[in-house]
């Protein structure tokens, strides 16, 4: 049951619906199939395309469209998602009104949202991994979502190697640990420490279980920090042991390709800041083969047709980027990567169908074919000494 506004707000509400307007209309509810549930949000839009284009920067699925009343199609708002979403339609003014707050049991929800007037992030904790970015202005997915028939994730964090081991081991002061491509943090449970309007902050330690393979104590943070349509994923490790910490950390980011319907891969290129003129890292098989680089292209080029083909050796390793974009033929839509602060940088996709790319930013690398899998002597690796912080960030922005 509907209460607690007056006519002359829903006659309004009804009003401009059916101009065609995005409307909005909180009240007061009471229904035993929602206990717990004091307020909802109506929001119509007698244009319905236009209306499904809204719900989808939210997550809003078409068929959740309340059709009772043709003429007032409007999805309902309730709960944390009431909340996030008038929150992010600058609507904070219903919230002392009708009490709209966000549940004592949030932050225990396996995934955390960000929304601001230009985009949305979701990170779950398991991995606290980013699981969709969406630019608010066109509704676009940016990131990749973890179709298993190609590849099931969408934006791990890997720690504390980045790459392969050989044979899946290291070897630490005389005693050999199993650890498996690109490490356990992708795979843990982490916990959302703090949160804003504009930011998530997630951490992982050690446990008994990481102790088995990884014999280090460690504090690690993976935070998240939303400012319109660029988001900067930072990274912090403490170690809080009385001796030195050993480790590597890298990103992962899957993105949509195409971007859009009846798009192809072609239709998108790799976008420097100038022709490339510098040198990838070579590998052999799934290890660096730090001594055999190779050109690019064979003149340097600024842009770079996407095509399954440049990955037949794998991932494109660079050490020397500051920004890459990737995006459509014409500069419309895409993303650039700010990996100023990385040591590495790795671009790959399947050779298969799989419709992603992956820009990935790195401070470690693979083990070198000619590794001694000593993990106090690994190729890119971190030392950090004790009660020491090691922080490091890159930055996403939709286009």
Known sequence: MAFGIKRSELNDWKKRVSQGEIAFLTHWWQDKRFPGVKSFTKVGCADREKL?????????QPEWMDLKHEDFPHFDLFG??????????GLEATFERFDITLSEGETKMTTHTLINDKASIKVATLGAELQSFVLKETGIEYLWQAD?????????????????????CFYFEGERYEQPQHGFARDSEFTLLTSSPTHLLFELTESEKTLKNYPFRFKLHVGYYLDGATLKVEWTVENPADTDLYFSIGG??????????????????????????????????????????????ETPQQFITLDKSLFEKDALIFDDLKTIKLEDQL???GVCVNTAEMAFVGVWSPTDAAPFVCIEPWQGIAD??????????KFGSHQLAPQQIYKTAYEITLY
Do not use: C
Request: hydrophobic share 35%; glycine share 10%; net charge negative.
């Open 52 to 60: 499904i284009e809204w719900g989808r920067q939210y997550g809003l």
């Open 80 to 89: 944390d998602n009431q909340y996030h979403i008038l929150r992010a339609e």
């Open 148 to 168: 298993p028939a190609y590849w099931g994730r969408h934006s791990p964090v890997l720690f504390p190697n980045v790459g392969r081991l050989k044979e899946d």
């Open 252 to 297: 992962h980011p899957a993105f949509n390709i195409p971007l859009e319907a009846g798009k192809n891969l072609a239709d998108y290129r790799l976008a420097f800041d100038a022709p490339y003129t510098g040198e990838l890292l070579g590998l052999k098989g799934p290890y660096l083969e730090a001594s055999e680089r190779h050109k690019l292209t």
């Open 331 to 333: 500069g419309r839509h």
């Open 368 to 377: 070198t074919v000619d590794t001694t899998q000593e993990w106090a002597e």
